[in-house]
């Protein structure tokens, strides 16, 4: 089992910056990749940004520009630094890991955490 702390949302102005972190405690081997999706209240949960074990990246059309992922193995840690932030990017921010454990591949996610972006 793996489980994922989060930490960093909030409440910020439009134009303002966010860290999100995102820590996989437990049986952490072969996590193949991890990510972020959020959702927006009456909206569907999308992708945010992900990084592969190796380092590849895939963002939002929406976040291309504004949004950073990266990954510290040693902490394995998660982060998504988000700048110039939008009324828009405000929702439920959840952090995703999948592992692969021979042909089985199992998601987590994390509980959750706010971010609100005013206007």
């Known amino acids: 089992q793996v489980q994922l702390v989060e930490s960093g949302g909030g409440l910020v102005q439009a134009g303002g910056s966010l860290r999100l972190s995102c820590a996989a405690k437990?049986?952490?081997?072969?996590?193949?990749?991890m990510g972020w999706y959020r959702q927006a209240p009456g909206k569907q949960r999308e992708l945010v940004a992900s990084?592969?074990?190796?380092?590849?990246?895939n963002y939002a059309d929406s976040v291309k520009g504004r949004f950073t992922i990266s990954r510290d193995h040693a902490k394995n840690t998660v982060y998504l630094q988000m700048n110039t932030l939008k009324p828009e990017d405000t929702g439920a921010y959840y952090c995703?890991?999948?592992?692969?454990?021979?042909?089985?591949?199992?998601?987590?996610w994390g509980q959750g955490t706010q971010v609100t972006v005013s206007s």
């Open positions: 995703n890991a999948e592992q692969l454990l021979g042909t089985v591949v199992s998601r987590y």
């Open positions: 990084i592969t074990s190796g380092g590849s990246t």
């Open positions: 437990g049986s952490i081997f072969n996590i193949y990749v």
